[in-house]
C-alpha cells in the first residue's frame, strides 16, 4: 500500500473561509477588464484606413466591437485567475517551478499551433499581426488560470490538511473554482473565433474564412491541455476521499439502500460520475459548435 504524505501548516483558523477583500478584487478585476478592452480596442484600430468604402467601414466597426469585447473577456479572465492562484495557496505549499514549467508548455504548444495556421492553409498571408496581436491578449488573459490550474493539480496530489468535513469543503471549493475558469475560457474562445470571423472578407489581407473554425479548435485544444490534468486530479482526489471516508463494507445490511444513496449523492457533488469529455462540454459550451463545424468543413473539403 502506497502511504500518502499530510500535512499540517499549523492553521489556526478556517483557511477556506472567503476573505474579506470583495471591494479590493472587485476594483482590481475592472481595473483588468478596462486596461484589456483598450489593447483590444487598440490592436483593432489599427487596421482603420479612412480610404476604405463605407461597407468595410462597417465590417471595421464589428471587429472593433468584437476584439473590445475580446479583451475585456482576456483581462476578467487574467484577474479572476490571479485572485484565485492567490486563494490555492491557501490550502497547500506551491511548488512554483513546477507551475512555470506547466505554463511554459502552455505556451510553447500554443505558439506553435498559431505559427502552423499558414501552413494548414498553405496561405502566407492567413496569419495576420493584429491575429497574433489578438491571440496574444487572450493567451495572457488566460495565463493566471493556467497557473492556478496547475497548482490545483498540486494540491490534490497529496491529501488535504483537516478533518474530513475540511477536506470535502476544500475539495468542493477547488471543483467549483475549476468549472467557474473553464467557463471564462470558453468565453474567450468564442470570441476568438467571433474576431476571426469579423476580420475575414475585407481589408488589404482577405482571411480566409476557415480559419474561424481553425482558431477554435486550437483554442479548444489549448484549454483541454490546461484542463485535463486538473480535472482528472480532482476526481481522483475525491474517490480516495470517498472510499475512505464511505465505504460501504461495513455498513448494517439494514442501511445499505440509505448509505449507497448517500454516497452516489456525494460522488455527484464531486463529480465522479462525469468523464473529462463530459465536464469539458458542460462547462465549455463553444466545444460543440467547434466540433462540428471541423466535421462540416472537413465533409465539405472532402477529406
Not at 7 to 22: I, L, N, S
Not at 95 to 102: F, H, Q
Not at 256 to 283: I, N, V
Request: with cysteine; hydrophobic share 50%; net charge positive.
Amino acid at each position: 500500500m502506497v502511504t500518502q504524505r499530510a500535512f499540517d501548516y499549523g492553521v489556526t483558523e478556517d483557511p477556506h473561509a472567503p476573505r474579506d477583500d470583495a471591494g479590493s478584487v472587485g476594483d482590481y478585476r475592472l481595473l483588468c477588464m478596462l486596461l484589456g478592452t483598450l489593447i483590444g480596442a487598440g490592436i483593432a484600430s489599427l487596421s482603420f484606413k479612412l480610404a476604405d468604402s463605407p461597407a468595410e467601414r462597417d465590417q471595421w466597426l464589428i471587429f472593433l466591437l468584437i476584439a473590445g469585447l475580446l479583451g475585456a473577456a482576456a483581462g476578467e479572465a487574467f484577474g479572476f485567475g490571479m485572485s484565485r492562484w492567490f486563494e490555492v495557496q491557501q490550502y497547500h505549499s506551491i511548488k512554483r517551478w513546477r507551475v512555470t514549467l506547466s505554463v511554459v508548455m502552455v505556451l510553447i504548444i500554443a505558439a506553435a499551433l498559431i505559427a502552423s495556421t499558414n501552413y494548414v492553409f498553405a496561405n502566407k498571408e492567413t496569419l495576420t499581426s493584429r491575429g497574433i496581436a489578438l491571440s496574444a491578449l487572450a493567451i495572457a488573459g488566460g495565463l493566471p488560470t493556467a497557473a492556478t490550474l496547475a497548482a490545483i493539480k498540486q494540491v490534490c496530489a497529496d491529501p488535504l490538511p483537516g478533518g474530513p468535513g475540511a477536506q470535502l469543503s476544500a475539495m468542493l471549493r477547488l471543483r467549483q473554482m475549476s468549472t467557474r475558469m473553464l467557463s471564462q475560457l470558453g468565453v474567450l474562445v468564442l470570441l476568438i473565433m467571433g474576431v476571426n470571423g469579423a476580420a475575414a472578407n475585407w481589408g488589404d489581407i482577405q482571411q480566409n474564412p476557415k480559419v474561424v473554425i481553425f482558431s477554435g479548435v486550437v483554442a479548444s485544444f489549448i484549454i483541454a491541455i490546461m484542463y485535463v490534468p486538473t480535472a482528472s486530479a480532482l476526481r481522483r482526489r475525491g474517490a480516495i476521499f470517498v472510499g475512505r471516508h464511505f465505504s460501504l463494507a461495513d455498513t448494517p445490511t439494514d442501511q445499505l439502500a440509505s448509505a449507497a444513496e448517500d454516497r452516489q449523492k456525494l460522488e455527484k457533488m464531486l463529480g465522479l460520475d462525469q468523464t473529462t469529455f463530459g465536464e469539458l462540454k458542460a462547462g465549455f459550451v463553444v466545444l460543440t459548435p467547434v466540433v462540428v463545424g471541423l466535421v462540416a468543413t472537413l465533409l465539405k473539403a472532402g477529406v
